[in-house]
């Protein structure tokens, strides 16, 4: 691995960037600093990445960016694992140097990271327990099954599926790329009783449950049987 | 006329069995007590029950021209009772004869 002079022209495939920035938006006050910087007024922020892991420029925060600094190395056989080796040695070699992480790589901390497509939010029954219903749940449900294709009730929501018969669920609907609505059953707060008023409606005693056009299809076994057998597609996404 | 004396002796299993193989004349009856598999998750941790997931494979003429919800709920009707008395899951394979024969289409 080689360092260059930070005014190198030449575009390597596979870069690491230690950036120190300054930015001048009132929107990162949740950063942690440097200690010399906050002194001087100004908000700073480094970060140590594989180049393949940071969208730069696209998924900056808002407001200037200003680099104080720009360290560059270049890896000579491109891999995976020589990257993610020379990324561990330069972190290390900072956290020794400072004691501790770079702040924009702090775990939670998603600024420099490409964004991930956005999931569709569960569906909710009840706009919450705090409300009183005017309709049985149970016509909720008929409702919500009625006004959309495919509904899978869940448990635990579609972006974290907590058990494995609904993982697997999940798993199929978007494998086939299915466009469908969840319901998290678990959900006390907006889905109050929804587990029991579901298995009377259904006359299915488990979950998760797989709704088409306002019937049910069934659980986990069948759905994963019609994935077998190439079916979803077919009857989900006409 | 009402055993229930005796059989709450009876194992869930033993007792599963019998009622499937008595309604449906199921011609291949296969369960495996799975529980130890779920015996990590929230709700289970609480309870000290045993038997309370299951995987069933079961082949009966009775399934003909079922639709696989239909075919389920059957066999989930005939074990109300022990989905109310703590059997939590039951994973069903339910064919029909002909579907399990080799060169069946």
Redesign the interface.
Known sequence: MMDQPENCRRKPEFMLFMIRLVTFSSLDCRVILLPLLWRTGNRCRSFVAPSSGIDFFHSSPKGNIEALSLRVGVVDEPDREALTQAWKSWMEEYIKVSGKVPPGNESGNVTWTRPQPKKKPDLRLTPGRHVQLTVPLEELVDKLVKENKVVAFIKGSRSAPL?G?SQKVIGILEKEGVDYESVNVLDEDYNYGLRETLKQYS????FPQIFLNGE???????LT??FEKGEVAGLFKN | MSFRGTTTLLSRATRIKSKLQSSLEATVLELDDVSYQHAG?AAMKESSEKETHFNLKIVSDKFEGQS??KR??MV?DLL?DE?QSGLH?????AKTPKEITPHAK
């Open positions: 058990r018969f006359n299915w005693p488990t049910l299809v069934g659980g986990c076994d069948i049987s019609m | 998750h696989l919800v389920h709920r989930y109300s989905l899951a039951l994973s069903i394979v």
